[in-house]
């Protein structure tokens, strides 16, 4: 089966920076769309960043210069760096990956989440 993991959260103060990684492993084929999305306490989910296939990374209006998106392909990995933190961004961000699965269909997959929390 296929598993994404994020890892790199953290408490960290506000104009911190903190990096996030989403590994991908398991049984697929190729990937396709990554994208990272956030959910507050009492808070719907929210996009983050996308990197989609063929074109550059696009973020939410909240983040845009801010945050940084980027992957590798040969890693199978994700990355969100997280620069200019505010207590605002403090949630549980979680790595949403399109995997295609030898014989079968596009597939989404989503990870168990990071927690992080920006606070003095």
């Known amino acids: 089966q296929v598993q994404v993991v994020e890892s790199g959260g953290g408490l960290v103060q506000p104009g911190g920076s903190l990096r996030l990684s989403c590994a991908v492993s398991?049984?697929?084929?190729?990937?396709?769309?990554m994208a990272w999305y956030a959910q507050a306490p009492g808070m719907a989910r929210e996009f983050v960043a996308r990197?989609?296939?063929?074109?550059?990374?696009r973020y939410a209006n909240s983040v845009q210069g801010r945050f940084t998106m980027t992957r590798d392909n040969a890693k199978n990995t994700a990355y969100l760096q997280m620069d200019g933190l505010k207590p605002a961004d403090s949630a549980v961000y979680y790595c949403?990956?399109?995997?295609?699965?030898?014989?079968?269909?596009?597939?989404?997959?989503w990870g168990q989440g990071t927690q992080v929390t920006v606070s003095s």
């Open positions: 990197i989609e296939g063929g074109t550059g990374p």
């Open positions: 949403n990956v399109d995997v295609r699965r030898d014989g079968g269909p596009l597939t989404s997959v």
């Open positions: 398991g049984g697929f084929l190729s990937i396709g769309t």
